[in-house]
């Protein structure tokens, strides 16, 4: 296993490996790329973009791409309860963030027809790497209400 799967609740990396699983018997290796992230963690990422020079800058968007919609205690992140994963060139072994539509359906399909995985493949905020179990809120209500440590 891997740390970024280990940082996850043990309920949603019981759902998420056997999707990666499923995957890989498909064709379409994945790894995961981001787990839990801490609340300052994800303020850094919040920051790109507004108020930190992100990828993707121009004379039109000087502070280029934003990347994530979701303040520190936002996010499923926060909570161990989402996953980012990126699938394998299957040529030479790399991280396949351009890889073909195609391939990133699948990975979308995949998790949406287990029932208990959503995925940011087909948001307005489209993010395709992103898969999150659709109950996370649950956990953001019992951290805000004082019963949940996050860190």
């Not at 040529?91 to 979308?108: F, K, Y």
């Amino acid at each position: 296993m891997s740390k970024i799967l280990d940082s996850l609740e043990p309920d949603f990396r019981a759902l998420v490996v056997p999707l990666l699983v499923e995957l890989e018997t498909m064709g379409i290796k994945c790894v995961g790329t981001s787990g839990r992230r801490t609340i300052t963690e994800q303020d850094k990422l919040y920051a790109i973009g507004r108020t930190i020079k992100g990828e993707g800058a121009t004379t039109s968007m000087p502070m280029g791409r934003i990347v994530t919609k979701a303040k520190g205690g936002q996010s499923p992140h926060n909570f161990g309860l989402a996953l980012d994963v990126c699938p394998i060139n299957p040529r030479d072994g790399s991280l396949w963030w351009n890889a073909p539509d195609d391939v990133w359906n699948v990975i979308h399909s995949v998790a949406e027809q287990k029932g208990y995985l959503d995925s940011g493949y087909d948001w307005k905020f489209y993010d395709r790497p992103h898969i999150e179990d659709p109950n996370w809120k649950v956990a953001k209500a019992d951290w805000l209400a004082g019963k949940l440590k996050v860190v």
